[in-house]
């Protein structure tokens, strides 16, 4: 056997090799875009309300009916928790808070609304799952504020 033969035959595959450089990312790399796709859906969905308010009430009248609330107040809460969410996760403070409250949002989205949207849902929902149990990752105010506290 010749030493580039030994060399070779002693070094982990290629495959092995990139799924170990794979599993060293740190969390707060990948959590940057989870929290910035999440912003973006929810405040790409605050943009449309504010566009047109007048629309936005006919839809919460006729089509989306959320029920026990009458559609200015649910109007106003779904434009309310689409305008705060969004900015508190692309800042990474209160990270879990607003995915909890969105989780929720999307609950009622997909149960009361628009149940046959459950492939679009379901990938919200794993996004801010992942949030809500893992956090913001080091690239956030929430860690910032959780390291100065820390004992």
């Given at each position: 056997m010749t030493?580039?033969?030994?060399?070779t035959q002693s070094r982990?595959?290629?495959?092995?090799?990139?799924v170990r450089t794979l599993d060293q990312v740190p969390y707060g790399v990948l959590a940057?875009?989870?929290?910035a796709a999440v912003a973006v859906v929810f405040w790409n969905s605050a943009m449309a309300k504010l566009a047109s308010w007048d629309t936005t009430i006919a839809l919460f009248s006729d089509?989306?009916?959320v029920p026990l609330l009458p559609p200015e107040l649910a109007a106003n809460m779904a434009l309310?928790?689409?305008l705060t969410t969004p900015v508190l996760l692309v800042l990474g403070l209160l990270t879990r808070a607003?995915?909890?409250v969105l989780l929720?949002?999307?609950t009622v989205i997909e149960v009361l609304v628009y149940p046959q949207a459950w492939p679009t849902h379901i990938q919200w929902a794993a996004m801010l799952?992942?949030?809500?149990c893992r956090g913001p990752g080091a690239l956030s105010i929430d860690h910032l504020i959780r390291k100065r506290f820390e004992v």
């Amino acid at each position: 056997m010749t030493q580039a033969t030994a060399a070779t035959q002693s070094r982990p595959p290629f495959a092995w090799r990139v799924v170990r450089t794979l599993d060293q990312v740190p969390y707060g790399v990948l959590a940057l875009p989870l929290r910035a796709a999440v912003a973006v859906v929810f405040w790409n969905s605050a943009m449309a309300k504010l566009a047109s308010w007048d629309t936005t009430i006919a839809l919460f009248s006729d089509e989306y009916q959320v029920p026990l609330l009458p559609p200015e107040l649910a109007a106003n809460m779904a434009l309310s928790i689409e305008l705060t969410t969004p900015v508190l996760l692309v800042l990474g403070l209160l990270t879990r808070a607003a995915a909890l409250v969105l989780l929720g949002m999307t609950t009622v989205i997909e149960v009361l609304v628009y149940p046959q949207a459950w492939p679009t849902h379901i990938q919200w929902a794993a996004m801010l799952l992942i949030l809500l149990c893992r956090g913001p990752g080091a690239l956030s105010i929430d860690h910032l504020i959780r390291k100065r506290f820390e004992v």
